[in-house]
């Protein structure tokens, strides 16, 4: 497995239900980022971490959770979600925190009923 | 402030024209200008960047124009192929402290290129 890979890539969830997005990256970075994509609407950041630590957070809702164990792996924890909430979710990493070129996943796209 | 105003939203290019998109910026600290090139199913990838030293970046039959006094850049794609339809992302980024330092995208262009 090469580059940025997130797991599941679709996903169906009520509004009472608890679910997880995985994203693992092959690539040696450092930082990985959580992104949020509406349709005609532009890419929202909604956490960047470096090194493990949590070095930003874009006043993400508290429904939304991360959770960065190693540098490899970035999960995004979903609870009492919104129907607004349904887009694609990208995950993406970078050799540095503040780094220019971002390496992209697929993304896990996300209904919520 | 830290906007990035993309248009056109869509785009119908004959194969062999050329394609330009276009976007314009308020951030004064920013420094580095990327596209972003997104097929359906998959994550947006780098396409071509420059930064505000240069006027003009070429890479193949992909372009950046920048126009630093009017802070606005461009993307022109020559010789437009099916193969190129897919939605295109600028973006911009400071080297500074704070939110300006991560990359801020515009909206997107769907770019559709008939045979």
């Known amino acids: 497995e090469t580059g940025v890979t997130q797991t599941p890539r679709h996903l169906v969830m009520g509004m009472t239900n608890k679910k997880s997005l995985k994203c693992e990256q092959h690539?040696?970075?450092?930082?990985m980022y959580w992104y949020k994509q509406s349709a005609k609407k532009p890419l929202e950041l909604m956490f960047v971490?470096?090194?493990?630590?949590?070095?930003e957070n874009n006043s993400v809702p508290s429904r939304f959770s991360p959770e960065c164990p190693n540098s490899s792996h970035l999960f995004l924890h979903l609870h009492t979600l919104q129907p607004e909430d349904s887009a694609l979710y990208l995950c993406?990493?970078?050799?540095?925190?503040?780094?220019?070129?971002?390496?992209f996943g697929p993304g896990t796209r996300l209904l919520v009923l | 402030q830290q906007q990035v105003k993309q248009s056109p939203q869509s785009l119908i290019v004959q194969k062999g024209g050329i394609s330009i998109i276009n976007c314009a910026y308020e951030n004064t600290a920013f420094d580095y200008f990327p596209w972003y090139q997104q097929f359906p199913g998959k994550g947006p990838a780098l396409l071509i960047a420059?930064?505000?030293?240069?006027s003009e970046k070429k890479e193949g039959r992909f372009t950046i124009s920048f126009n630093k006094s009017a802070k606005q850049f461009s993307l022109h794609i020559m010789d437009s192929q099916p193969g190129d339809s897919a939605t295109y992302f600028c973006a911009a980024k400071a080297h500074l402290s704070g939110s300006a330092r991560q990359l801020t995208f515009g909206s997107g262009t769907q770019l559709t290129v008939l045979p």
């Open positions: 971490y470096n090194f493990k630590e949590q070095t």
């Open positions: 420059i930064r505000p030293d240069v």
């Open positions: 993406a990493s970078s050799q540095g925190g503040s780094q220019e070129t971002q390496y």
């Open positions: 690539l040696g970075h450092n930082a």
